[in-house]
Nanobody
Framework: VQLQASGGGLVQPGESLRLSCAPS????????MGWYRQAPGTQRELVAR????????NYADSVKGRFTISRDDAKNMVYLQMDSLKPEDTAVYYC?????????????WGRGTLVTVSS
């Protein structure tokens, strides 16, 4: 399983950016898909995640109301819409998918995409 994240870039504070995650297999093979980020000198943290079957979503408090995780089943893509970006959102963003094999969850990580928010 491979996850390809894209869409990062340099934006100014207050602007928007949309990240995309393309799994090599169907998104329905995952139990959960989400986005994490890691800023320099910090640990990787959850940004947003989505239960594939039920569709429920969870967000980090720091991004609630600004970021939205979504998916397009027809395109087999998961997105992270980031609005009202702040300098503290600067980080490498990673797409993650969890596959349940009947006994445990197995994590799959994509390569990160860098988001820089700076004036």
């Amino acid at each position: 399983v491979q996850l390809q994240a894209s869409g990062g870039g340099l934006v100014q504070p207050g602007e928007s950016l949309r990240l995309s995650c393309a799994p090599s297999g169907s998104i329905f093979s995952f139990a959960v898909m989400g986005w994490y980020r890691q800023a320099p000198g910090t640990q990787r943290e959850l940004v947003a995640r989505m239960q594939i079957a039920g569709g429920s979503r969870n967000y980090a408090d720091s991004v609630k109301g600004r970021f939205t995780i979504s998916r397009d089943d027809a395109k087999n893509m998961v997105y992270l819409q980031m609005d009202s970006l702040k300098p503290e959102d600067t980080a490498v963003y990673y797409c993650k998918g969890d596959v349940f094999d009947g006994k445990r969850y197995i994590d799959f990580w994509g390569r990160g995409t860098l988001v820089t928010v700076s004036s």
